[in-house]
Nanobody, 115 residues
Framework: QVQLVESGGGLVQAGGSLRLSCAAS????????MGWYRQAPGKQRESVAH???????NYADSVKGRFTISRDNAKNMVYLQMNSLKPEDTAVYYC?????????WGQGTQVTVSS
Protein backbone atom coordinates (compact mmCIF):
# COMPACT_ATOMS: atom_id res chain seq x y z
CA GLN A 1 0.00 0.00 0.00
CA VAL A 2 1.28 3.44 -0.93
CA GLN A 3 -0.16 6.71 0.29
CA LEU A 4 0.56 9.97 -1.50
CA VAL A 5 0.05 13.49 -0.18
CA GLU A 6 0.52 16.51 -2.43
CA SER A 7 1.26 20.04 -1.30
CA GLY A 8 2.48 23.33 -2.69
CA GLY A 9 -0.44 24.42 -4.82
CA GLY A 10 -1.85 27.92 -4.74
CA LEU A 11 -2.65 31.07 -6.66
CA VAL A 12 0.07 32.66 -8.77
CA GLN A 13 0.22 35.26 -11.50
CA ALA A 14 1.11 34.33 -15.05
CA GLY A 15 4.87 34.08 -15.44
CA GLY A 16 5.32 33.03 -11.84
CA SER A 17 6.55 29.80 -10.29
CA LEU A 18 5.36 27.13 -7.91
CA ARG A 19 6.89 23.94 -6.60
CA LEU A 20 4.63 21.01 -5.89
CA SER A 21 5.67 18.27 -3.50
CA CYS A 22 4.40 14.73 -3.13
CA ALA A 23 5.19 12.77 0.01
CA ALA A 24 4.95 9.00 -0.37
CA SER A 25 4.67 6.35 2.30
CA UNK A 26 6.00 2.84 1.87
CA UNK A 27 9.43 1.33 1.46
CA UNK A 28 8.73 0.37 -2.16
CA UNK A 29 8.80 3.99 -3.28
CA UNK A 30 12.27 3.48 -4.70
CA UNK A 31 11.01 1.15 -7.43
CA UNK A 32 7.97 3.18 -8.38
CA UNK A 33 7.59 5.25 -11.49
CA MET A 34 6.27 8.56 -10.19
CA GLY A 35 4.18 10.96 -12.17
CA TRP A 36 2.33 14.24 -12.03
CA TYR A 37 -1.04 14.60 -13.73
CA ARG A 38 -3.49 17.45 -13.91
CA GLN A 39 -7.17 17.92 -14.51
CA ALA A 40 -8.72 21.21 -15.49
CA PRO A 41 -12.46 21.87 -15.10
CA GLY A 42 -14.42 20.09 -17.80
CA LYS A 43 -11.37 18.30 -19.14
CA GLN A 44 -9.89 14.85 -18.83
CA ARG A 45 -6.97 14.18 -16.54
CA GLU A 46 -3.71 14.42 -18.47
CA SER A 47 -0.14 13.40 -17.90
CA VAL A 48 2.29 16.21 -17.11
CA ALA A 49 5.58 14.52 -16.26
CA HIS A 50 7.06 11.22 -15.10
CA UNK A 51 10.28 10.17 -13.42
CA UNK A 52 11.47 6.57 -13.33
CA UNK A 53 13.19 4.96 -10.37
CA UNK A 54 16.55 5.57 -12.01
CA UNK A 55 15.81 9.21 -12.71
CA UNK A 56 14.78 9.15 -16.36
CA UNK A 57 12.17 11.82 -17.02
CA ASN A 58 9.62 12.64 -19.67
CA TYR A 59 7.24 15.55 -20.11
CA ALA A 60 4.11 16.56 -21.92
CA ASP A 61 4.91 18.84 -24.85
CA SER A 62 2.88 21.61 -23.24
CA VAL A 63 5.22 21.85 -20.24
CA LYS A 64 8.62 21.02 -21.74
CA GLY A 65 11.18 23.65 -20.87
CA ARG A 66 8.99 25.10 -18.12
CA PHE A 67 8.41 22.24 -15.67
CA THR A 68 10.95 19.97 -14.00
CA ILE A 69 10.14 16.74 -12.19
CA SER A 70 12.55 15.30 -9.66
CA ARG A 71 12.61 12.73 -6.89
CA ASP A 72 14.46 12.16 -3.64
CA ASN A 73 14.38 8.45 -2.89
CA ALA A 74 15.96 8.95 0.53
CA LYS A 75 13.04 11.16 1.56
CA ASN A 76 10.29 9.40 -0.44
CA MET A 77 9.51 12.69 -2.15
CA VAL A 78 8.67 13.76 -5.68
CA TYR A 79 8.68 17.37 -6.81
CA LEU A 80 7.35 19.36 -9.72
CA GLN A 81 9.02 22.72 -10.26
CA MET A 82 6.77 24.85 -12.42
CA ASN A 83 8.15 28.02 -14.00
CA SER A 84 6.74 30.50 -16.49
CA LEU A 85 3.24 29.48 -15.50
CA LYS A 86 0.37 30.21 -17.85
CA PRO A 87 -3.37 30.53 -17.18
CA GLU A 88 -3.86 27.27 -19.09
CA ASP A 89 -1.79 25.49 -16.43
CA THR A 90 -4.68 26.04 -14.01
CA ALA A 91 -5.84 22.62 -12.78
CA VAL A 92 -5.85 20.22 -9.90
CA TYR A 93 -2.48 18.49 -9.90
CA TYR A 94 -2.24 14.85 -8.82
CA CYS A 95 0.71 12.69 -7.87
CA UNK A 96 0.69 9.09 -9.07
CA UNK A 97 2.80 6.06 -8.18
CA UNK A 98 3.04 3.23 -10.68
CA UNK A 99 4.01 -0.10 -9.14
CA UNK A 100 3.84 -3.72 -10.29
CA UNK A 101 0.98 -4.26 -7.88
CA UNK A 102 -1.08 -1.29 -8.96
CA UNK A 103 -1.36 2.45 -9.33
CA UNK A 104 -1.86 4.90 -6.49
CA TRP A 105 -3.09 8.49 -6.52
CA GLY A 106 -2.89 11.41 -4.16
CA GLN A 107 -5.83 13.66 -3.34
CA GLY A 108 -4.64 16.52 -5.54
CA THR A 109 -3.60 20.11 -5.01
CA GLN A 110 -5.13 23.11 -6.77
CA VAL A 111 -2.97 25.36 -8.94
CA THR A 112 -4.55 28.56 -10.20
CA VAL A 113 -2.69 30.90 -12.57
CA SER A 114 -4.20 34.34 -13.03
CA SER A 115 -3.68 36.38 -16.19
Amino acid sequence: QVQLVESGGGLVQAGGSLRLSCAASGSIFRVAVMGWYRQAPGKQRESVAHVASGGTTNYADSVKGRFTISRDNAKNMVYLQMNSLKPEDTAVYYCKAVLPGGNYWGQGTQVTVSS
